[in-house]
């Protein structure tokens, strides 16, 4: 097959193409769930705030919904991350999966940026 400058670009454009697909959907992976996470830590507090003592049956679906999207590389304690527990219990789970998908997210630098912060 011969190469033409034209042809050439038109596969490297199709080849940044893909790979920027690739990069979005692997930024999803990650932001999606702390969005999710974000959500749940709010409702949580409610809960706590309102003196609940155990998490809802009702959210043993959610949960494990979102124990079942957290990308390669997270890892969530399911003894941890279900319903029946104290909202205490569950929130620090919560926040534990919102420090591995940071780490993910942020990379290398990330501790880093904490050892500034502190």
Sequence with gaps: MRHTPLGDANRDIRWARRRHILKRLQRWSITSPIQVIDSMLEDVEQM??????????SWEPRLALL???LPAGVHADRAELRAGISPNRLMEALFCLQDQLLDLKIGPLRPALREQAC
Excluded at 48 to 57: E, F, H, K, S, T
């Design 48 to 57: 706590n705030m309102q003196g609940a003592r155990r998490v809802p049956l």
């Design 67 to 69: 124990a079942a999207n």
